[in-house]
């Protein structure tokens, strides 16, 4: 069964940073894509970040320049470090895992398994 596990959501101000950890169990974690989503309240879920297996990364137009994501595959952890935050950027976010390429990192569909999420609120 495989399990993600979101941590490091909370409230910050307009400028700041955070850092979101998720953490993944129950698979060869190292053999897959990871990637992060968000949702805004109202919003369809929409693509932050992925990174492959091999380590290639790609990011939103919306956030590239701001935030970086990262794994520790020894750790069976993926990482999204969020810099100079913008009110926009309030949000539950998402990770999760895409078992096999489907042509695009960036579509929810491709993606087996989601964790519960983690909110993130920027304030003014």
């Known amino acids: 069964q495989v399990q993600l596990v979101e941590s490091g959501g909370g409230l910050v101000q307009a400028g700041g940073s955070l850092r979101l950890s998720c953490a993944a169990s129950?698979?060869?974690?190292?053999?897959?894509?990871m990637g992060w989503f968000r949702q805004a309240p109202g919003k369809e879920r929409e693509f932050v970040a992925a990174?492959?297996?091999?380590?290639?990364?790609y990011q939103s137009d919306s956030v590239k320049g701001r935030f970086t994501i990262s794994r520790d595959n020894a750790k069976n952890m993926v990482y999204l470090q969020m810099n100079s935050l913008k009110l926009e950027d309030t949000a539950v976010y998402f990770c999760?895992?895409?078992?096999?390429?489907?042509?695009?990192?960036?579509?929810?569909?491709?993606?087996?398994?989601w964790g519960q999420g983690t909110q993130v609120t920027v304030s003014s």
């Open positions: 999760a895992i895409d078992t096999y390429y489907r042509g695009t990192y960036a579509w929810t569909g491709g993606y087996d398994y």
């Open positions: 129950g698979r060869t974690f190292s053999m897959y894509a």
């Open positions: 990174i492959t297996w091999s380590g290639d990364t």
